[in-house]
């Protein structure tokens, strides 16, 4: 089955202890992205990666990291988490960047930092 | 991108047809309608999409008004698993080279009642 998956499905943790948040997908797709939605904000982009080796900031970066060194894989790194980034996250994939029709979200990771 | 205005709610009782209004009056010529639904804390889906000729899938049909000002989501049968944010996006469809993210606005509330 075509997917992106996330894992944790669940986590909380205390300030300042790293944590990663995975992200696969099976479908082959050159883009890969993360969000945060928080509510009255929406789903806001973090970062999105283009391809291999091809990453680069969304709209709100600070604090998270992220890698892709390879196709399937995009995972989030917190190095060192505060309470205001408790959230719920989602990535997504598509097989071309700026598709739109083609967008599959993971089921979602929701981060509790204390 | 066109900017979208969607109601922040509605209501439709089980087995009626969900009716989901969106204005874009702003739409330029190559830009295309789309809906994805998110039904609670998971990932957004993609239902439909199109241009300006009437669409229908297995999930829903898009209904666009000929000056594509604005266009109608409708759930023929609508069941309580119905029941989640519904999103319509205006954008051109794929943008080479381009990592613009998908920007989801407020979105519509449908709430289906038993």
């Known amino acids: 089955e075509a997917q992106v998956t996330q894992n944790p499905r669940y986590l909380i943790t205390v300030t300042g202890k790293k944590l990663t948040v995975t992200c696969s997908q099976n479908?082959?797709?050159?883009?890969m992205s993360w969000y945060r939605q928080d509510p009255g904000l929406g789903l806001r982009q973090i970062y999105y990666s283009m391809n291999v080796e091809v990453t680069d900031k969304g709209d709100v970066p600070e604090g998270y990291k992220v890698s892709r060194k390879e196709k399937r894989n995009f995972p989030l790194i917190l190095e060192s988490p505060s309470p205001n980034q408790t959230s719920l996250y989602f990535c997504a994939s598509s097989l071309y960047p700026g598709q739109v029709r083609g967008y599959t979200f993971g089921s979602g990771t929701r981060l509790t930092v204390v | 991108d066109a900017k979208t205005t969607q109601p922040t709610s509605m209501d439709c009782a089980e087995g009626r047809a969900a009716n989901l209004p969106c204005n874009h009056s702003?739409?330029?010529?190559?830009?295309?309608v789309y809906w994805y639904r998110q039904i609670h804390s998971q990932g957004p889906q993609y239902i439909i999409h199109?241009?300006?000729n009437n669409e229908t899938n297995e999930m829903a049909s898009l209904i666009i008004t000929e000056d594509r000002k604005s266009s109608t989501l409708i759930l023929p049968h609508a069941t309580l698993r119905d029941t989640a944010v519904y999103y319509c996006i205006v954008r051109v469809p794929y943008s080479p080279g381009s990592a613009r993210q998908l920007t989801f606005g407020s979105g519509t509330q449908l709430t289906v009642l038993p």
């Open positions: 199109g241009l300006k």
């Open positions: 479908m082959n797709h050159e883009y």
């Open positions: 702003t739409i330029s010529g190559n830009e295309y």
